[in-house]
């Protein structure tokens, strides 16, 4: 599976639209972006998933460019309770194979 | 629906000891996997099961077993526990076949003394 590019820390005000970059410059064609995000010492929380077209859900919208080198995920109204460790990975389709973890982007949303 | 259950969710061990941790899947998944996560890291993944066999495996050493149930649910053994075998232990599960997401338990945090 694909690695995947993030920067280390981003910071947010509260109200105010979250933007996570994530480079994945090897992705294959067969191979979903994913998002997770892990707050202190729980268990990782699915956010969304996209092959190439730009998705939305109660959570969030995921863009994907059109060469799908790179993805964007935004959160359009941060709180403080999206203060989180945001994961991005890319995994190939109908594989059932296992998400490798980076260390993510911690999300710190400021008051 | 309940989701991911993992037993206990908290756990003090001596070096040298055994542990076994548990999970119930999320109902309706068939899959379960099994990660490590230490202070400050992501999730490492550790093995995978499906219809009771053990279908992936990361760089874990053999210490580290599980086992499928014919009800889906796992459990997690460690054998020889090291002082480095203290982290976050998390469960996932999820459908063999298709594109949905895993669902992860809270964890069981082992800390080894």
């Known amino acids: 599976d694909a690695k995947t590019t993030q920067p280390t820390s981003m910071d947010c005000a509260e109200g105010r639209a979250a933007n996570l970059p994530c480079n994945h410059s090897t992705i294959s064609g067969n191979e979903y972006v994913y998002w997770y995000r892990q707050i202190h010492s729980q268990g990782p929380q699915y956010i969304i998933h996209g092959l190439k077209n730009n998705e939305t859900n109660e959570m969030a919208s995921l863009i994907i460019t059109e060469d799908r080198k790179s993805s964007t995920l935004i959160l359009p109204h941060a709180t403080l309770r999206d203060t989180a460790v945001y994961y991005c990975i890319v995994r190939v389709a109908n594989t059932g194979n296992q998400f490798y973890f980076g260390t993510g982007t911690s999300l710190t949303v400021i008051p | 629906d309940a989701g991911v259950t993992q037993s206990p969710t908290h756990l003090i061990k001596t070096r040298g000891q055994q542990v076994t941790l548990r999970c119930s899947p999320k109902s309706g998944h068939d899959t379960v996997s099994w990660y490590q996560q230490a202070l400050g890291q992501g999730p490492q993944f550790i093995f995978q099961?499906?219809?009771?066999?053990?279908?992936q495996r990361g760089n874990f050493p053999d210490r580290f077993s599980g086992h499928q149930f014919p009800n889906y649910s796992s459990e997690l053994n460690v054998n020889a526990l090291l002082l480095g075998d203290s982290a976050l232990y998390l469960c996932?599960?999820?459908?063999?076949?298709?594109?949905?997401?895993?669902?992860f338990g809270s964890g069981t945090r082992l800390t080894v003394v």
């Open positions: 099961y499906y219809e009771e066999e053990e279908r």
């Open positions: 996932a599960s999820s459908l063999a076949l298709g594109n949905s997401g895993y669902t």
